[in-house]
């Protein structure tokens, strides 16, 4: 008998147009005015809902909708792209690795602190630019640096994977999460990274605070370790080699490429941030969209591959390399956005607004957002690409925020942090599998290690939406 495997976001979401073009022929037809049909972010209008006719989808319109897909996000798709270029020259140049590296030794005998500055350094990248895939090579470099300090396995897996995974949770920034889903709700994506904000502080220092006290638990009393019955198996294979030596060294140039690389960022949050709707008239707002962003990170690229010395042929190889590493992102925005197409082109889009208009007339913003939060945590288990489920949901998720008095980039908010606990521990990342596999450390051992820490991150997540809600 065949294993049952889970299927890829690709087949899942193409099902999901298949499903959809069904409904056209079922679900009656319907639109709402709204406040100005050709703004970018459409509020429909309470109460103006009415039938129209059908116009159900055939095999030609599943067929074409993830390519009108891509037509509709081309700027999203780019933008996802040319960010991959742009990472995939910052990690040709080593400067990352190379900074962690340099931490991690200058650390050793003061292990203790290395929990808390690395868990910041690796949430730091989650927050900004989403580090995942890029956590692997540390692996290998930490578990055998936290063994030979007396801890376990479990802990060194935690620093990372815990790490990053919070900062990505807590994604203020973030343009694979933040900045999709903030592109299809129509709304910048500077609104609400002040609440994101509060998520990623306090969500990181809980964490840092309970890897912390259970390595200090297993440092004092080893068979308190979950990993306790491979312990001496794992001191054989894990300090029988060490990579250290494989990390680049932190030079002055690499030290000057992660300032830029921190600055691009910085310079992107500036240009997102909506200085005016905030109250301060002091600080011009630049109203930057993907177009911009874009060219950013282009300009950003470019620059940091001539301070690294690379050449002409180097620098276009490395930014051609991270761009192919994402373009699976960008196909999968296309054939997200396909299921909106199929959807608007039979006119059920605000037929489901509509329903929700319904049920919600009944619930007030504070349940509405509680209720979004955990609506998104099984949704994240079915498509767990952030991208692909911000592109499918927002254009239904953000207008129905609007209904229930709650603003858009709660929602988002709300997206994003069921995405990202979900992501903590999902078996379909290959993040999470393949840092479970190097730190040799089954799935159900981090399923009990981690349980109580998840309860407690959505405990905080749901208070910071309801807290959210009131302020805003």
């Known amino acids: 008998m065949r294993k049952f495997r889970m299927p890829t976001a690709y087949t899942i979401l193409f099902a999901i147009i298949i499903a959809v073009a069904i409904l056209t022929w079922i679900v009656p037809a319907g639109q ?29 319109e599943v067929v074409m909708a993830p390519i009108e897909g891509f037509y509709d996000a081309v700027d ?67 578990l055998p640096v936290f063994i030979a300090a007396g801890y376990d396995s479990v802990t060194a897996i935690s ?9 990505v949770l807590g994604s203020t920034v973030n343009p694979f999460a933040t900045g999709i889903a903030s592109g299809f709700a129509g709304i910048s994506l500077g ?42 198996d794992n001191k054989k294979h894990f300090l029988s080699k ?7 060294e932190l030079t002055g140039k690499r030290k000057f490429i992660l300032g830029l690389f921190a600055l691009s960022f910085i310079i992107m949050v500036f240009g997102v941030i909506p200085f005016e709707d905030m109250g301060i008239t002091a600080i011009p707002t630049l109203g930057w969209w993907f177009g911009e962003l874009t060219a950013l990170f282009l300009v950003s690229a470019i620059i940091i591959g001539l301070v690294a010395g690379m050449g002409e042929k180097e620098l276009v190889s490395a930014f051609v390399e991270g761009a192919r590493d994402l373009l699976s992102v960008a196909l999968i925005i296309g054939v997200s956005r396909g299921i909106t197409v199929i959807m608007n082109a039979g006119n059920i889009t605000d037929t489901v607004l509509n ?20 609506f998104y945590i099984p949704l994240s288990f079915l498509i767990p690409s952030t991208s692909g489920l911000a592109t499918l949901s927002m254009p239904i998720m953000a207008p129905l925020g609007d209904f229930a008095g709650v603003a858009r980039h709660i929602v988002i908010t709300a997206y994003q942090s069921a995405s990202g606990i979900v992501n903590l521990i999902t078996p379909t990342s290959a993040v999470v599998m393949g840092g479970l596999a190097i730190g040799r450390l089954s799935y159900d051992k981090w399923l009990k290690f981690t349980w109580k820490l998840l309860v407690i991150l959505m405990i905080i997540i749901i208070a910071a939406l309801s807290l959210g809600v009131v302020m805003s």
């Open 159 to 167: 620093v990372i994977m815990l790490g990053a995974g919070v900062g």
């Open 355 to 374: 329903l929700g208009e319904k049920t919600l007339s009944q619930t007030g913003s504070v349940p509405f957002a509680i209720l979004t939060y955990l």
């Open 242 to 248: 060490s990579s250290e030596n494989e990390f680049p």
């Open 32 to 60: 709402y005015d709204y406040v100005n049909p050709n703004a970018a972010k459409k509020e429909p209008i309470p109460g103006t809902y009415h039938t129209v006719d059908r116009n159900p989808q055939g095999f030609k």
């Open 76 to 142: 999203v798709a780019l933008f996802v792209i040319v960010i991959g270029g742009f990472l995939g020259v910052v990690m040709k140049t080593g400067a990352v690795d190379a900074g962690i590296a340099k931490i991690t030794r200058d650390l050793k005998g003061k292990e203790k602190w290395m929990i808390p500055i690395l868990m910041i350094l690796f949430g730091l990248g989650g927050t900004s630019y989403g580090m995942a895939e890029e956590t692997i090579a540390f692996y290998p470099l930490l």
């Open 191 to 232: 609104e609400g990274i002040g609440l994101r904000l509060l998520i990623l502080i306090v969500g990181e220092l809980v964490t840092i605070l309970f890897v912390m006290r259970y390595a200090e638990k297993v440092k004092k009393d080893p068979t308190k370790s979950i990993v306790y019955d491979m312990w001496e």
